[in-house]
Nanobody
């Protein structure tokens, strides 16, 4: 089992920044690719970004490229999502997830999920 706990969400004005953290425990962190997803009210959960086990590979959805940065610190068992130039349409609950094998864009590829952290961007 892997336990994931997100933090760092909150209320921010458009154009502002937040950094989300996801602390993992229970298994070897470096065995897992880490992804971030989000779910806005009334919408399906959406992939945001993923980082490989070693941190050398990242991938983002087009709508956040150039604004969001995913990273990880394997010494701290923590993944991060730095979010800059936030827009009202970024408002959602953000979830981190761990994938034992390849971490892609589909929720089904991930084995463990956190409880989520709310991000609200006001206009």
């Amino acid at each position: 089992q892997v336990q994931l706990v997100e933090s760092g969400g909150g209320l921010v004005q458009a154009g502002g920044s937040l950094r989300l953290s996801c602390v993992a425990s229970g298994r070897t962190f470096t065995n897992y690719a880490m992804g971030w997803f989000r779910q806005a009210p009334g919408k399906e959960r959406e992939f945001v970004a993923v980082i490989s086990q070693g941190g050398g590979l990242t991938y983002y959805i087009d709508s956040v490229k150039g604004r969001f940065t995913i990273s990880r610190d394997n010494n701290k068992n923590t993944a991060y999502l730095q979010m800059n130039s936030l827009k009202p349409e970024d408002t959602a609950i953000y979830y981190c997830a761990a994938a034992r094998l390849h971490g892609g864009m589909r929720s089904s590829e991930y084995d463990y999920w956190g409880q989520g952290t709310q991000v609200t961007v006001s206009s």
